[in-house]
């Protein structure tokens, strides 16, 4: 496999300025053809175990995969993309987030504003009770199959949206959406705060890609805490950090968040 250099990829101003516009940064050819070639290797295999257990399945969205398989740490700190993230958010980062996406041909048509349109991680701005705020996250999404074309699950991101307050999106920002047309080892970054989904995937090519999210490393607890039991009191796990899925922490359900009959005002 292609190793890594030692060589380091900045930002450009270039590329800074289209970021800091539009929300999103295209980087062709970021992966080498054998690195790609092995990455889907690994998830064809993870792909295999999960039609094993879910032979129905069309797709699947697999969290913490670099849990999976030691490859993908490989991806974490790739030479060509990593500095940018740097250069993006700052050195003091974690990988908070990753997901792997497959999507199967073969699916329905759907109106544009019927897609599954979000930010990641609103509940940063609800919180906060904001209707602007920081960045705070990036995403680096790594393609290993060819969408290229329209209508093969592409992401499909509204350029600028990352500067909209928080609000309902309108039949005019759903015209402006334009789909991200790469090819197998091409990476798209994105800003946490842009509108984005991602398009049925009615072609005859298989979707597939690996989602790597980095944020501040404080957005973590600062203390190592050494329970690592529940307790019989909710708000007390609350508080010290005993939860069964860290997911809760970015889309909690309500018992999830025992205290929030106390947040009346929001």
């Not at 930010?119 to 990036?138: A, G, P, Q, Y």
Request: glycine share 4%.
């Amino acid at each position: 496999m292609t190793e890594k250099t030692n060589k380091r990829y900045p930002l450009t101003e270039e590329e800074r300025v289209f970021f800091d516009d539009n929300g999103y940064l295209i980087l062709k050819g970021v992966l080498p053809d054998d690195v790609v070639t092995l990455a889907l290797e690994k998830v064809d295999d993870l792909w295999r175990k999960h039609k094993q257990k879910e032979p129905e399945s069309q797709s699947i969205h697999l969290f913490d995969f670099v849990e999976e398989e030691d490859f993908f740490l490989n991806l974490l700190d790739w030479d060509k993309t990593i500095t940018k993230v740097v250069n993006l958010l700052s050195s003091n980062i974690f990988l908070f987030h990753s997901h792997l996406d497959v999507n199967l041909p073969g699916e329905q048509p759907l109106p544009i504003e019927k897609l599954e349109w979000h930010r990641d991680s609103d509940i940063i701005e609800m919180d906060l009770n904001v209707l602007k705020t920081h960045m705070f996250s990036v995403k680096v999404s790594y393609w290993l199959s060819d969408v290229s074309k329209p209508n093969r699950g592409n992401l499909l991101i509204i350029p600028g949206s990352h500067k909209m307050e928080r609000s309902s999106l309108s039949k005019a920002d759903f015209e402006k959406a334009v789909p991200m047309l790469v090819a197998p080892g091409d990476a798209v970054f994105f800003d946490r705060r842009v509108w984005h989904a991602r398009s049925p995937n009615i072609s005859s090519v298989t979707r597939k890609a690996l989602f790597y999210g980095y944020s501040f490393r404080w957005l973590a607890s600062r203390d190592i805490f050494r329970r690592h039991k529940k307790t019989d009191n909710p708000v007390w796990n609350q508080l010290l950090g005993c939860y069964e899925d860290p997911r809760s922490r970015y889309k909690p359900n309500l018992k999830d968040l025992p205290m929030g009959i106390w947040d009346v005002d929001r």
